[in-house]
């Protein structure tokens, strides 16, 4: 980092001094760890920060620390009282849930607030369905936010774990398109989610197990198994591109149904699109596509390997 970059972080700190915000603080600090990484000047920046000693520097390397830095529990020594409350947060609920209409992104929330009680806040991580499931944003906002995302409460300690783990994910895919400002936010996202007590990791997404309106139709039963089979670990994402790669494309491909499922199939998947919210364009999809299913289910040249090698088999 030159000097003049130096500079500008030790400017930057003084503000904050005379801020007394724990949680501006903390956001600065996770957008200087982003920079950091990516310029690859983390080390010989920390040691300029040591060398330095003045207040400001103190105060950086203590914010650094409190967002997942290398800094010991000392670096907010004789600092103002304030900075001893970065990091230290109780985390006071979880929500879970779609983003828009048809499930594409779905959001983890976790609401925090400090030991004394102030300045509560809530962390919000977006997760791109299509892409896996990999977190694609996150804001820290106010706890007002809240009630405009319309999501149902959830586990605090599954909301975390889903975090991190849409977090990891992204690390392990190249090239995954994110927002621009998911770097900036993330250090401050993983130290805040690595707080939460009962931390769950791998957690299965119940919205399936909760599904309780299955036709009674004959082959009804037979026809969701399928469908949730589709669905996987990603069942909020129900969009009428979904429905007809499900209808159009995977059931010829992979599913061997009988006769009943087959015929009972379209009214299982307008039931379960009433169940994720009842979209218009998601019903005319099925209107346009269900009736071509028994003919793409007869027809085995659409059938995948797996598919044919079972029908062999059987």
Not at 110 to 137: C, M, T, W
Not at 256 to 268: C, D, G, Q, R
Request: aromatic letters at 6%.
């Amino acid at each position: 980092m030159s000097t003049p970059a130096f500079d500008t972080v030790i400017t930057q700190a003084r503000d904050l001094l005379r801020w007394r915000s724990p949680l501006r603080t903390e956001l600065w600090a996770a957008r200087l760890t982003a920079e950091l990484q990516e310029s690859g000047q983390a080390e010989p920046f920390l040691r300029r920060l040591r060398e330095d000693g003045g207040q400001e520097a103190r105060l950086t390397l203590a914010a650094l620390a409190a967002v997942g830095g290398a800094e010991g529990p000392d670096a907010a020594r004789a600092l103002p009282g304030w900075v001893h409350r970065m990091g230290r947060v109780t985390c006071e609920g979880g929500w879970y849930g779609k983003a828009d209409a048809y499930g594409e992104q779905v959001l983890a929330v976790l609401s925090f607030r400090y030991e004394n009680g102030k300045e509560p806040h809530i962390l919000v991580v977006g997760l791109g369905q299509p892409q896996g499931g990999l977190a694609v944003d996150a804001l820290v906002e106010e706890t007002t936010f809240l009630d405009d995302l319309g999501l149902r409460p959830a586990d605090p300690g599954v909301a975390a774990g889903r975090i991190l783990d849409a977090l990891e994910l992204g690390d392990q895919i190249m090239g995954a398109a994110v927002a621009g400002t998911l770097p900036g936010v993330r250090p401050l996202a993983t130290a805040r989610a690595l707080t939460v007590p009962g931390l769950v990791r791998g957690a299965p997404d119940d919205t399936v197990a909760r599904f309780e309106e299955v036709p009674d139709l004959p082959g009804a039963r037979e026809a969701f198994a399928k469908l949730a089979e589709f669905l996987g670990d990603r069942p909020l994402w129900w969009s009428p591109a979904r429905v007809s790669q499900f209808l159009t494309s995977w059931l010829p491909r992979e599913a061997i149904l009988s006769e009943a499922a087959i015929e009972a199939m379209p009214e299982v998947v307008r039931a379960w699109t009433r169940y994720c919210g009842d979209q218009p364009a998601v019903l005319r999809q099925i209107d346009e596509d269900a009736p071509r299913l028994p003919a793409l289910m007869a027809d085995e040249s659409l059938a995948g390997l797996g598919k044919r090698l079972a029908l062999r088999r059987a």
